[in-house]
């Protein structure tokens, strides 16, 4: 459907009032964050070169807080999503702190996904005719699938979280396709309800993004960030994919944020084959290997995002034009797995990257 005059005008308040009381409130949490611990300081293989808060998720939560109840009647999906969003955002904030095991950052992931599936009954229950057999419902392993699938979102999120600029511009990407098919499925209170989450990220990236007159970030997202933001996507996705009649496929959703799950599951593969933990922390993300090979912070982010972009407007395009979901679900698993043979060694990579922007190696 397309957006009413009453709709666009609610929306743009919405988009006014969540990046205002974001702004503020990151003016307001600065002074602090040195004394409450929230500042990530350089040093291995962080890039930044002088200590930064990262306040930006703990902003954005808390600055989407009044606008989204404002807009969003109360019902079991809203406070399940409340509740976990509460769960990740304290563990997040306590690991920008302390440093968490990511044992306990996973198990308080899984917390907060049980939650969503319990309490509002968001879930993963079928995933459509995928595999070209009917639509096929998950039975008892809905639960399982949708805690795969959300905690592997929020890593995936939180994997990309590693330049200035990346994990927001691809969530406000992500925002930007999920408010499309919202709309498209007629949900206009989910649709009202991303406006809220964009508005916030873009404040967010008014102080992240490197710019002309500014040559690093202000602020940082933070695990309390990337783990909320990440959230937020995959509650959207199974809202709109688990629809009875299916406006949005359930093959849609991984390319609606495909260039960071790419990334994820390659980098997850390739560690257990080689018997490192999963979270293990390297320079082989898709963003460091293009730094490595001449692009500039500006130049990853906008490469990735129009990617981002790109696969999921392609995808939609397709489905519209009635390509079989099987074929667009092989062309996923293609994708990952030739990214996989692209990077398995990484200084080929970085040498093609060099040969396209020049660098000399």
């Not at 743009?12 to 002074?31: D, G, H, K, M, Y």
């Not at 995808?315 to 099987?326: I, K, S, T, Y």
Request: charged share 10%; hydrophobic share 55%.
């Amino acid at each position: 459907m397309f957006p009413t005059v009453e709709f666009l005008r609610t929306a743009a308040l919405a988009f006014v009032a969540s990046f205002s009381a974001v702004t503020a409130i990151v003016f307001l949490l600065s002074p602090f964050a040195a004394r409450l611990g929230l500042v990530d300081k350089p040093g291995g293989r962080k890039d930044h070169a002088v200590p930064t808060p990262v306040t930006g998720g703990l902003a954005i939560a808390v600055g989407t807080i009044l606008p989204a109840l404002a807009l969003t009647p109360p019902n079991p999906q809203v406070v399940g999503l409340g509740v976990a969003a509460i769960i990740l955002v304290i563990i997040g904030v306590l690991d920008d702190i302390y440093d968490i095991p990511w044992p306990v950052r996973v198990l308080a992931q899984t917390a907060a996904a049980l939650a969503i599936v319990l309490i509002g009954d968001v879930r993963v229950a079928n995933i459509g005719p995928a595999f070209g057999l009917g639509p096929l419902d998950l039975g008892y392993l809905s639960v399982p699938f949708t805690i795969i699938a959300t905690v592997g979102l929020i890593n995936a999120l939180n994997m990309a979280d590693g330049i200035d600029g990346l994990a927001g511009s691809l969530c406000v990407c992500a925002l930007v396709m999920l408010i499309a098919a919202s709309l498209y499925a007629g949900n206009t209170d989910l649709a009202l309800g991303l406006t809220v989450i964009a508005g916030a990220v873009m404040a967010y990236l008014a102080f992240n993004l490197r710019l002309p007159w500014r040559k690093r970030a202000r602020i940082f997202l933070g695990n309390s960030g990337s783990a909320y933001l990440g959230l937020i996507i995959a509650w959207a996705a199974f809202r709109l994919t688990q629809n009875p009649i299916y406006p949005v496929t359930p093959v849609l959703a991984p390319f609606l944020i495909a260039p960071p799950l790419i990334d994820c599951l390659v980098l997850i593969v390739r560690r257990l084959l080689h018997r490192r933990s999963p979270f293990h922390a390297d320079r082989t993300h898709a963003h460091h290997l293009m730094l490595d090979g001449g692009f500039s912070v500006t130049g990853v982010v906008v490469t990735l995002c129009v990617l981002s972009l790109s696969l999921g407007l392609g995808v939609a395009l397709a489905l519209r034009a009635d390509v079989p979901q099987p074929v667009l679900l092989a062309v996923f698993a293609g994708l990952t797995g030739a990214y996989f043979l692209f990077t398995r060694h990484p200084e080929r990579a970085i040498a093609f990257y060099a040969r396209l922007t020049g660098k000399k190696t």
